[in-house]
């Protein structure tokens, strides 16, 4: 073994295993990890060399530790960044270890990033593969660590970034005590093309994916801002709202789009127009909130020169030029009254007045409105003509909050990514697991506008050619209780390191430390039904402490 080589402490690597029973997940990092039976592995392995022989299997099954070992090396750079090389390269043995494949021991290791030499010689004992194939297979010639294998050649390749090749010169398998196995570029072994088939197909998925990202990067470009293209969803809720939709665009009917703000109503009102006969007219979008009440008339049915102080010209409204089109009016539920009464003659007469004007104008629009609130309760307050809703609300189309459609989350965050990471030049690698669990279980009070600005938020703050973490979507996010595997290797609740957020938190929330306190200690209490030994367990403390803080409490000592 080379004097220079050692482990460093490892836990740095610890901390990222996180065991959530409550939640029914493990992670490592960022990625779900599954805790498996050996001998459950081992019957699958098995069934596969019964079914499609032990070339295939090895294959498959090399694939398969090729793709974990590739994933643990985004944990080198992550958790070892400013060390040394060798210290970094450390990570993928040491993560080996502690996902339980062998005791890993380096022998020998030489290697240059920059000019891509590697060599590369471990020890392994107590292989668990090597153990199984023997258990089911009894002494065999050939090596049999394969997924092993593989995890050691795609660590190494990702780390260096160019493909190294590992092979077993012993393997317990074959009746060695230990296996052995020594890694170089593939170029370097003699019969290394040999070996390409088990990686080959991977550069190749590599280079489709790429290449259909880039196409989609393209298409996004093409694609305007303004269509209807993020009408996505699969989910019964959706659907019915799309098919109502789809079912009012060919008629000339008044629709009324209702929905949470941020459901994209607006979205549904381009989408409509463009199934509509107005298709190839104009489409005008007005939010009725955001004009000053005194200029929204002018604005919308236009105004007559010298109609009053500053018209110094005649001016067309979005009516007019909404002629032959269709006409949306967002927040139609802010409209002053005056606006109302001109706006039933619209829809009624097929004409407006501009302001100030003699006669009315026939105009052909179609128009589209939307609301956020209730415009029963708005007439039952005397805020909204009773007529007016009786006219719009004809066909009502509600856009269900995004909380009614999880289905959609997946393939909408996906359609996103792909459009900000265009729109910002970015190549990453996708949503990670658990920022994509977080995604399905947030509560979406902004609905699709603020899974919008979530997406674009964590494109803009993850590394070229990394994943989208949860730290990138909700950098905000209080530390949830975790549980990890401590210096004896037992499970253990580790104190999380962003915990700072959490106190930022508290203090921004200004309620009095005693009333947090008294609340905490409550909430403890309650969880564990009553039990005081329970609660000061989940609590850090100790039964008497627990006992004290409370009796504390009861007598107002801490009350502020
Ligand atoms: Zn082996």
Same mark, same amino acid.
């Given at each position: 073994?080379?004097?220079? #080589?050692?482990?460093?402490?490892?836990?740095?690597?610890?901390?990222?295993?996180?065991?959530?029973?409550?939640? &029914?997940?493990?992670?490592?990092?960022?990625?779900? *990890?599954?805790?498996?039976?050996?001998?459950?592995?081992?019957?699958?392995?098995?069934?596969?060399?019964?079914?499609?022989?032990? %070339?295939?299997?090895?294959?498959?099954?090399?694939?398969?530790?090729?793709?974990?070992?590739?994933?643990?090396?985004?944990?080198?750079?992550?958790?070892?960044?400013?060390?040394?090389?060798?210290?970094?390269?450390?990570?993928?043995?040491?993560?080996? *270890?502690?996902?339980?494949?062998?005791?890993?021991?380096?022998?020998?290791?030489?290697?240059?990033?920059?000019?891509?030499?590697?060599?590369?010689?471990?020890?392994?004992?107590?292989?668990?593969?090597?153990?199984?194939?023997?258990?089911?297979?009894?002494?065999?010639?050939?090596?049999?660590?394969?997924? #092993?294998?593989?995890?050691?050649?795609?660590?190494?390749?990702?780390?260096?970034?160019?493909?190294?090749?590992?092979?077993?010169?012993?393997?317990?398998?074959?009746?060695?005590?230990?296996?052995?196995?020594?890694?170089?570029?593939?170029?370097?072994?003699?019969?290394?093309?040999?070996?390409?088939?088990?990686?080959?197909?991977?550069?190749?998925?590599?280079?489709?994916?790429?290449?259909?990202?880039?196409?989609?990067a393209l298409k996004t470009r093409?694609?305007?801002s303004t269509s209807g293209g993020?009408?996505?969803?699969?989910?019964?809720?959706?659907?019915?709202?799309?098919?109502?939709?789809?079912?009012?665009?060919?008629?000339?009917?008044?629709?009324?789009?209702?929905?949470?703000?941020?459901?994209?109503?607006?979205?549904?009102?381009?989408?409509?127009?463009?199934?509509?006969?107005?298709? %190839?007219?104009?489409?005008?979008?007005?939010?009725?909130?955001?004009?000053?009440?005194?200029?929204?008339?002018?604005?919308?049915?236009?105004?007559?020169? &010298?109609?009053?102080?500053?018209?110094?010209?005649?001016?067309?409204?979005?009516?007019?030029?909404?002629?032959? &089109?269709?006409?949306?009016?967002?927040?139609?539920?802010?409209?002053? *009254?005056?606006?109302?009464?001109?706006?039933?003659?619209?829809?009624?007469?097929?004409?407006?007045?501009?302001?100030?004007?003699?006669?009315?104008?026939?105009?052909?629009?179609?128009?589209? %409105?939307?609301?956020?609130?209730?415009?029963?309760?708005?007439?039952?307050?005397?805020?909204?003509?009773?007529?007016?809703?009786?006219?719009?609300?004809?066909?009502?189309?509600?856009?269900?909050?995004?909380?009614?459609?999880?289905?959609?989350?997946?393939? #909408?965050?996906?359609?996103?990514?792909?459009?900000?990471?265009?729109?910002?030049?970015?190549?990453?690698?996708?949503?990670?697991?658990?920022?994509?669990?977080?995604?399905?279980?947030?509560?979406?009070?902004?609905?699709?506008?603020?899974?919008e600005n979530l997406v674009e938020?964590?494109?803009?703050?993850?590394?070229?050619?990394?994943?989208?973490?949860?730290?990138?979507?909700?950098?905000?996010?209080?530390?949830?209780?975790?549980?990890?595997?401590?210096?004896?290797?037992?499970?253990?609740?580790?104190?999380?390191?962003?915990? %700072?957020?959490?106190?930022?938190?508290?203090?921004?929330?200004?309620?009095?430390?005693?009333?947090?306190?008294?609340?905490?200690?409550?909430?403890?209490?309650?969880?564990?039904?009553?039990?005081?030994?329970?609660?000061?367990?989940?609590?850090?403390?100790?039964?008497?402490? #627990?006992?004290?803080?409370?009796?504390?409490?009861?007598?107002?000592?801490?009350?502020?």
């Amino acid at each position: 073994m080379d004097t220079n #080589l050692h482990y460093p402490p490892d836990a740095d690597l610890r901390k990222l295993l996180r065991f959530e029973p409550r939640s &029914g997940a493990i992670w490592l990092g960022e990625r779900r *990890m599954l805790l498996l039976h050996t001998a459950a592995l081992s019957a699958l392995r098995q069934d596969l060399i019964t079914s499609v022989g032990s %070339t295939h299997t090895r294959r498959l099954l090399t694939r398969m530790g090729y793709a974990s070992g590739r994933h643990d090396a985004e944990f080198a750079n992550k958790t070892r960044g400013d060390r040394s090389p060798e210290e970094m390269f450390m990570v993928g043995p040491q993560l080996h *270890m502690l996902e339980g494949a062998a005791r890993v021991t380096p022998l020998h290791l030489k290697m240059d990033i920059a000019a891509g030499h590697y060599e590369g010689e471990f020890r392994w004992d107590d292989s668990w593969e090597a153990h199984a194939h023997r258990l089911a297979y009894g002494v065999v010639e050939e090596p049999a660590c394969w997924i #092993l294998l593989g995890y050691a050649s795609g660590y190494t390749s990702a780390f260096m970034g160019k493909l190294i090749l590992f092979k077993e010169v012993k393997c317990g398998a074959c009746g060695h005590d230990h296996c052995h196995i020594v890694g170089k570029p593939i170029d370097e072994w003699p019969d290394g093309d040999a070996y390409l088939p088990y990686f080959e197909d991977d550069s190749l998925l590599d280079k489709m994916d790429a290449l259909s990202r880039q196409v989609e990067a393209l298409k996004t470009r093409l694609e305007p801002s303004t269509s209807g293209g993020m009408l996505i969803g699969n989910s019964p809720a959706f659907q019915h709202a799309y098919d109502l939709m789809l079912r009012a665009a060919s008629t000339q009917v008044t629709v009324l789009l209702t929905g949470e703000t941020g459901v994209g109503k607006e979205r549904f009102a381009r989408a409509l127009h463009a199934h509509s006969n107005h298709a %190839t007219g104009p489409f005008v979008a007005v939010n009725c909130a955001a004009l000053p009440a005194e200029l929204i008339e002018a604005e919308l049915f236009g105004v007559e020169k &010298g109609a009053f102080t500053g018209a110094h010209a005649a001016r067309a409204g979005r009516f007019e030029r909404a002629d032959g &089109g269709t006409l949306f009016l967002d927040e139609v539920g802010d409209l002053p *009254m005056a606006a109302q009464a001109k706006l039933l003659r619209v829809l009624q007469e097929s004409e407006i007045e501009r302001v100030g004007a003699e006669r009315a104008r026939k105009v052909n629009v179609r128009v589209i %409105t939307a609301t956020n609130v209730n415009l029963e309760e708005a007439v039952a307050q005397g805020r909204f003509r009773r007529d007016l809703l009786y006219r719009l609300n004809v066909y009502p189309v509600c856009i269900p909050p995004l909380r009614e459609r999880v289905a959609d989350i997946e393939p #909408l965050a996906n359609h996103l990514l792909a459009r900000f990471t265009a729109l910002h030049n970015k190549r990453l690698n996708g949503l990670g697991d658990r920022a994509l669990q977080a995604l399905m279980h947030h509560d979406w009070p902004g609905n699709v506008r603020e899974l919008e600005n979530l997406v674009e938020r964590g494109v803009i703050l993850a590394a070229q050619g990394t994943t989208v973490e949860l730290e990138h979507l909700f950098p905000n996010l209080p530390a949830t209780r975790q549980d990890g595997v401590d210096d004896h290797g037992r499970l253990a609740h580790i104190v999380p390191a962003n915990s %700072t957020a959490l106190c930022e938190r508290i203090v921004d929330s200004g309620v009095p430390i005693g009333q947090l306190e008294a609340q905490v200690l409550a909430m403890a209490v309650e969880r564990c039904g009553g039990n005081l030994s329970g609660a000061s367990r989940l609590l850090g403390l100790t039964r008497p402490q #627990l006992a004290y803080r409370l009796k504390r409490q009861e007598s107002g000592e801490v009350s502020e």
